[in-house]
């Protein structure tokens, strides 16, 4: 039996119960079997910091084994304090973002959430109680969500932890439904409704909206004293997670992201990317997505991503991405799912 629902939120979730439900949602496509994930079997060291720009660090996301990811956060420092772009799902990542905070001696000002998806804002509530004056930024497609996919996943949840006796297996499940239950903190106090100039403690950004690409709304940042563009999921390696995304739209975003005066990216998983690697990255997704809409075999599909992307995929990943990218290639070829989310 597999977990059906959420493609990659649930594909790490179900290594852990494998003869979990099978109930069928209104939503989200059946999720691809039990994957390994990417990361070492061994222990992770605490998430760490790396400087990318002047004023810009970046906290990798990752994988480990048996949970579910975290996407990547970057830190740009202001004169007032510390903006925060996206805060990942576990505890460890945000603590190392509160950590970081402490040892610059500066406070989390403002978080800016480019999506909704839990491994993006699920350490939202830890920053707001440790910065009790942060603001936090984000679309409003959260409350949509709350109320469709999140409500959704969390009924999958609940039936993934009654079928399962394992304690260990259990506490990653309550970790989920926490998160999800946490409600108005993962929530933004400013609502952005379009793109523009924005200041954030003390420092200049230019804030995009996309509506209907990887969810409802995703916001993305660009830093113009740095030249770093902040992408959320609108980029994500080693495959592009499709299961609440119009791929018709992501495409056209894509085309915005590659008008702006970019040196570096960084992307919602995955390390940073040059202007030639995300117009690698764009030119695969455009074909993917001629594929998928073509009659041909998926596995065709699948091995013209690996072929298209492989310079972006580390040799170790390429068969979890194949296995990903074989799911995904079927949600392409859902016209109902693309006509749902598509707005």
């Not at 910091?49 to 996301?61: S, Y």
């Not at 403002?110 to 939202?124: E, K």
Request: net charge neutral.
């Amino acid at each position: 039996m597999r977990a059906r629902g959420f493609g990659v939120w649930l594909v790490l979730v179900a290594a852990l119960a494998p003869c979990a439900m099978t109930a069928e949602t209104p939503g989200p496509s059946p999720a691809p079997p039990p994957a390994t994930p990417v990361a070492s079997a061994a222990t992770p060291a605490p998430p760490r910091t790396t400087l990318i720009a002047p004023g810009v660090h970046l906290l990798p996301g990752r994988f480990v084994p048996g949970s579910q990811p975290d996407g990547n956060s970057v830190v740009l420092e202001g004169r007032d304090g510390l903006v925060v772009v996206d805060t990942g799902r576990h505890a460890e990542h945000a603590d190392a973002l509160v950590a970081f905070a402490r040892a610059a001696g500066k406070p989390v000002r403002a978080v800016v959430n480019t999506h909704w998806h839990l491994d993006h804002v699920g350490g939202n509530p830890r920053l707001r109680r440790a910065f009790p004056g942060v603001r936090v930024h984000a679309s409003g497609a959260l409350q949509e969500a709350r109320g469709g996919f999140l409500a959704e996943y969390r009924k999958q949840l609940e039936q993934l932890l009654a079928s399962t006796k394992d304690a260990g297996a259990q506490e990653p499940l309550r970790a989920e439904l926490a998160l999800i239950d946490a409600g108005d903190a993962l929530a933004p106090d400013e609502v952005v409704r379009a793109a523009g100039a924005i200041t954030l403690a003390g420092r200049d950004l230019r804030l995009g909206l996309e509506t209907h690409a990887v969810t409802a709304g995703d916001v993305w940042l660009f830093d113009p004293a740095t030249r770093v563009l902040v992408a959320g999921d609108l980029v994500t390696l080693p495959v592009p997670f499709l299961d609440t995304a119009c791929p018709r739209r992501w495409n056209d975003a894509l085309g915005r992201l590659a008008r702006q005066d970019f040196a570096a990216l960084v992307p919602g998983h995955g390390p940073p990317l040059d202007r030639a690697q995300f117009e690698a990255y764009r030119a695969a997704f455009g074909r993917l997505l001629a594929c998928a809409a073509a009659p041909g075999p998926e596995a065709a599909c699948t091995d013209g991503w690996i072929a298209d992307a492989g310079a972006l995929i580390p040799e170790p990943d390429r068969p979890f991405a194949r296995q990903l990218m074989a799911y995904y290639v079927g949600v392409l070829r859902d016209p109902a799912k693309a006509a749902k989310l598509c707005g």
